[in-house]
C-alpha cells in the first residue's frame, strides 16, 4: 500500500541552526502538506503545496520557514534558524482532492529536538 | 477564529462496550469531516470520513454527521483494549479550494480489559 515516508524520524539541532526535513509523498497525489505538533498538543496545519507553489498557510508559518519541491518525488520543510519552541513532531501529508475527496495520509512524523 | 472542539477525555469505556466521541466545529461551510486514531508518539491513522448527513458505518466504527448542529461523532462498537488511542477529529475547514485540516485535540480513549 502507497504511504507517504518522511525522513529523518528524529533530528537534534542546536538554536539558530537550520533544519531541512524531507518527505516522499505518495506518488500519484497532488497536494501536499506540513502539520506540526508541540508534546501534549494539537496537529496543527502549517502550510499546503500545489502545483509547485504555496496555496495556504498559516500564522505559524513565517518567514523563518519555506518549502519545496526540489525533483518529482520530495518535499522538503526547511526552519532557516531554529528556536526552542520548535521543538516538536511535524507530520507530511499527501492527498488527491479530486479523486478523494480530501483524504490525508500521514507520514510517521519526524521529531524536532532543538536544544 | 474556526474551531473544533473534543472533549479530551480520558473516556473509559469497559471491554465489549460502545464508546462515543464527540466533535463541534465552528466553520458553517465545511463539507468534509474526518476521523484519525494517533498512539502515543506516532502519526494519525484514518480511521473513517463523513461527507454527508446521516450515519456511515465501516466495521466496528459509525460516525454521525450533523450539519445543522455542526457535530460529528463516531462510535465504536465492542470496544477492545487496542482501540486505547486519541481520537482527533478532522474537519476541512472552509469551502471549495481549501483543503487543510482543523483538528480538534483529541479524545483519549481507555478501553479497560
Known amino acids: 500500500e502507497p504511504e507517504v515516508t518522511q525522513t529523518p524520524s528524529h533530528q537534534v539541532t542546536q538554536m539558530g541552526q537550520e533544519v531541512i526535513l524531507r518527505c516522499v509523498p505518495i506518488s500519484n497525489h497532488l497536494y501536499f502538506y506540513w502539520y506540526r505538533q508541540i508534546l501534549g498538543q494539537k496537529v496543527e496545519f502549517l502550510v499546503s503545496?500545489?502545483?509547485?507553489?504555496?496555496?495556504?498557510k498559516s500564522e505559524i508559518f513565517d518567514d523563518q520557514f519555506s518549502v519545496e519541491r526540489p525533483d518529482g518525488s520530495n518535499f522538503t520543510l526547511k526552519i532557516r534558524s531554529t528556536k526552542l519552541e520548535d521543538s516538536a513532531m511535524y507530520f507530511c501529508?499527501?492527498?488527491?482532492?479530486?479523486?478523494?475527496?480530501?483524504?490525508?495520509?500521514f507520514g510517521a512524523g519526524t521529531r524536532l529536538s532543538v536544544l | 477564529q474556526k474551531e473544533v472542539e473534543q472533549n479530551s477525555g480520558p473516556l473509559s469505556v469497559p471491554e465489549g462496550a460502545i464508546a462515543s466521541l464527540n466533535c463541534t466545529y465552528s466553520?458553517?461551510?465545511?463539507?468534509?469531516f474526518f476521523w484519525y486514531r494517533q498512539y502515543s508518539g506516532k502519526s494519525p491513522e484514518l480511521i473513517m470520513s463523513i461527507y454527508s448527513n446521516g450515519d456511515k458505518e465501516d466495521g466496528r466504527f459509525t460516525a454521525q454527521l450533523n450539519k445543522a448542529s455542526q457535530y460529528v461523532s463516531l462510535l465504536i462498537r465492542d470496544s477492545q483494549p487496542s482501540d486505547s488511542a486519541t481520537y482527533l477529529c478532522?474537519?476541512?475547514?472552509?469551502?471549495?479550494?481549501?483543503?487543510?485540516?482543523?483538528f480538534g485535540t483529541g479524545t483519549r480513549l481507555k478501553v479497560l480489559a
Open positions: 466553520d458553517r461551510v465545511s463539507q468534509s
Open positions: 503545496f500545489y502545483n509547485n507553489e504555496i496555496s495556504e
Open positions: 501529508a499527501s492527498s488527491d482532492p479530486g479523486i478523494a475527496k480530501n483524504i490525508q495520509y
Open positions: 478532522a474537519v476541512n475547514i472552509g469551502g471549495a479550494g481549501t483543503y487543510k485540516y482543523i
